[in-house]
């Protein structure tokens, strides 16, 4: 792990936690998650919640994404993937890296929506230039997409309006049991 982020977590990613959990207890499944990261020198692998994480090292900075079209991402995971020759493939997001692999798989794939960058995109603080290339990708993906789950009925039917035979499953976000075992906190007066 590189200095800067042995005390740091890069995203929590809780869906990602949730799903990892209910299919790692399947005896049927065998998960594996490749992460694109910047905290790790070299392909790291580990396992957890009955998945395998496979880290690859992320070189580029972030405040490039996406004007490089995600390609070194795309060419990171290729190996990986291809070396593991999943039965299906789901990738977490439209406007990412993530989404665009998928597809490049060749292999019957879900996409789960996070954020939408056609709505969000206007109030983001960047420029024009890489906003208007997230929303380029995610239509891509978008388009392109075989099967998709939501969080929620307003998704789906964004989903639909731009792929309107592409099937959606609305999934919502798992809650951690842990949320009801912790005591509220109560704000002194």
């Known amino acids: ?32 998650v490749f992460v694109d990261s910047r905290a790790v020198y070299r392909e790291v692998m580990g396992e957890k919640y009955g998945a395998t994480f496979v880290f690859l090292p992320k ?13 070194p991402t795309l060419k990171r995971l290729q190996g990986p993937l291809a070396d593991f020759q999943p039965d299906i493939v789901h ?44 929303r380029l990708l995610e239509a891509k993906v978008i388009q392109e997409a075989q099967a998709f789950v939501a969080k929620s009925r307003f998704s789906s039917d964004w989903i639909k309006q731009h792929n309107p035979h592409a099937p959606v499953q609305i999934i919502p976000d798992p809650v951690n049991e842990e949320f009801f075992s912790v005591a509220p906190l109560l704000a002194s007066s």
């Open 59 to 71: 070189k580029e900075p972030a405040r490039l994404d996406p004007y490089h079209l995600y390609l």
């Open 91 to 134: 990738g977490h997001g439209t406007e990412n890296a993530y989404g665009l692999s998928t597809l490049a798989q060749n292999r019957p794939s879900v996409i789960s929506i996070q954020g939408i960058m056609e709505l969000l995109a206007p109030y983001l603080p960047c420029n024009r230039l890489k906003k208007r290339l997230w």
């Open 1 to 32: 792990v590189k200095p800067k982020y042995q005390r740091a977590k890069e995203h929590p990613s809780s869906w990602i936690r949730g799903i990892c959990c209910a299919l790692g207890k399947r005896t049927d499944v065998d998960l594996r």
